[in-house]
């Protein structure tokens, strides 16, 4: 069992660096979408944000999400892993059997609560320097640091050290509320599907998934785990991206409430799109480092899933 648990968190770090890398480029028109204006749709963002930036605007803000996701995803993996184990313990007397989907859900939600705390600050920095349309420039830092065009942020650090000088640690925790929201049903509807998924396309008699089915079974829980999600994350990202140049919403509610005054349930959906892309190829990337760490275990991605083929929804998600 505890070689079972080292697997589970370098499967983790595997597999959150390589969804970072993967999905970053889409994550980054995802932020521009919901939180930006005047980009109108996702193609011509990627037009905008290439013809601005080259490609190298689609890797801004990479380079702490990437350093972090290691951890964020170790600590997620572990604590989805360790709290079906324990689950299936209770229940079966065996942390090894596979877990009833009420036990998938519970150890869902409770990664869902965990990821918050580790995952916010660091989609608070990612959103911020995405959200800096321009390349810094000192002179213009030191001339007009807030006026938008401008940078606010030189990098994660300074972009870190710049919130907690003005806002505390209440602004590192900025859109905390809408994560949560947002992650808990999110975990739910990815590890459930997941295990649903799973089951269905592994033989009959294979000891644990082969990685086709991993990687189909990833893509489809994270569509409808995005699908659904969408609204809270528009959400969330614009309560992080808020207070770069000027603060508009008061909080959760006040960003809702503006949000649908100002567009109609189209706020929901507009990145959609671009949503969906990036976050199954993050699930299918953990996946598939989980199933190279773990060849001897049960097919159901739960106690034994995490022991076996798993996926990690980031936060980003």
């Known amino acids: ?90 229940r079966h007397g065996d942390p090894d059997s596979t877990p009833v989907l009420a036990d998938v859900a519970l150890a869902s939600m409770v990664a869902g609560f965990i990821s918050v705390g580790i995952g916010t600050p660091v989609d608070l920095v990612k959103i911020r320097l995405q959200m800096q349309t321009q390349p810094y420039i000192q002179a213009n830092m030191k001339l007009k640091p807030t006026v938008p065009g401008f940078p606010v942020y030189r990098g994660p650090i300074h972009c870190i050290r710049t919130v907690l ?45 082969n990685p086709s089915s991993i990687w189909l079974a990833g893509g489809v829980a994270g569509a409808i785990s995005w699908g659904t999600a969408t609204p809270m994350d528009v959400v969330k990202s614009r309560l992080q991206a808020d207070g770069v140049y000027l603060s508009k919403y008061k909080g959760t509610l006040d960003c809702i409430l503006q949000s649908y005054q100002n567009e109609g349930l189209k706020c929901c959906r507009e990145d959609l799109e671009a949503s969906c892309c990036p976050e199954p190829n993050q699930h299918c990337g953990v996946g598939e480092g989980s199933a190279a760490l773990t060849e001897d275990s049960l097919p159901a991605p739960t106690a034994s899933v995490f022991s076996s083929a798993m996926d990690l929804v980031p936060g980003g998600h």
Not at 22 to 43: C, E, F, M, S, W
Not at 48 to 67: D, H, I, Q, W
Request: aromatic share 12%.
């Open 1 to 90: 069992m505890d070689s079972v648990q080292l697997q589970d968190f370098a499967a983790g770090l595997v597999g959150g660096a390589a969804s970072v890398v993967v999905g970053h480029p889409l994550d980054t028109i995802k932020t521009r979408l919901q939180a930006g204006q005047g980009y109108g749709n996702t193609l011509n963002c990627v037009l905008t944000v290439y013809r601005n930036e080259s490609v190298v605007g689609f890797f801004k803000g990479m380079s702490f999400p990437l350093a972090s996701m290691a951890v964020y995803s170790s600590v997620v993996f572990g604590v989805f892993s360790n709290t079906q184990r324990l689950l299936s313990q209770l």
């Open 165 to 209: 000088q003005k806002e505390g640690i209440a602004g590192i925790y900025r859109g905390a509320g809408a994560m949560l929201l947002r992650d808990v049903p999110g975990y739910c509807l990815y590890f459930i599907p997941y295990t649903i998924v799973c089951g269905w396309i592994t033989p009959d008699g294979s000891i644990s998934p």
